[in-house]
């Protein structure tokens, strides 16, 4: 872990534990922590968060999924509705896959925080949905013309996707504590990817042993013990090399009892030899 000055793991611990300071201001600081720790994962995730997901959706976090109603407008032959609540077995069977969990919400959080801001709910339609309309218009038994479908998004559930972004936030600052990571360090770039792959992916956590020594001074990264405990992996290096290591440690230890002898004789003036 490289020692830097702005402290930038504080900072974004700060930022995402006080509510008073936007979600973007904090988001940004990660991306910073990212690209000194030479972790693609955190920049990437931070990216997202404030820009949006935009043709990424298949790599948008569940908590940006809602569930909400689905409303209706159009006519039949009695009568104009507004705001007419379906459920998602009246659509078409093509259709009730993609929308049965709820519409996605790949914007990113400057328009989130605008959105949770509205005293009512906010019609929103999901991409594919005028397709869904002109087919139930041609091409299915409804008894009725549509003009919109349409998802009713409770700001209250904006608001909830803010919390878990925010909850996210503080639970990587955790996972990086955790290893080792202290306020005003930068963590290797395997420790900030564990963090995300953890906490965003729920993937299984590994052991990470952080090396103080190694670790703290400028452009550090992880070693490749660090590495291989971190991966879960055991050392696959030929047997020939570890024979290597031990003549050189013997030859090491055995030079240094020599030096030690001739030092004592050299002090004595006796000479065995």
Known sequence: MARRQMGLLAQIEKGALDESIPLASTLRKCVVLGGHAGSSELRDWARHELDGYGDDVSEMPDYRVIAAPILANGMNVAYQFRRHQLSVWDLPDFAQEAYRDGIKMPMGVGELEKLAGNSKPID?????????????????????????????????AVHGILDKIRTNLVAMVA???????????????????????????????SPITINNAVASGPGAVASADQQNTAAGQEDESPWWVHAARGSWVFLVGLAGIIGAYAAVAAGKNWWPF
């Open 175 to 205: 996972e990086l504590r955790a290893v080792g990571v202290g306020s005003e360090d930068i963590p290797t770039s395997l420790a900030a990817d564990q963090a995300v792959n953890v906490i965003i992916k729920k993937a299984k956590r």
């Open 124 to 156: 929103m339609q999901a991409p594919g949905m005028p397709d869904v309309v002109h087919y139930m218009n041609n091409f299915g038994e409804y008894n009725a013309s549509f003009e919109s479908i349409y998802f009713s998004v409770a700001p209250t």
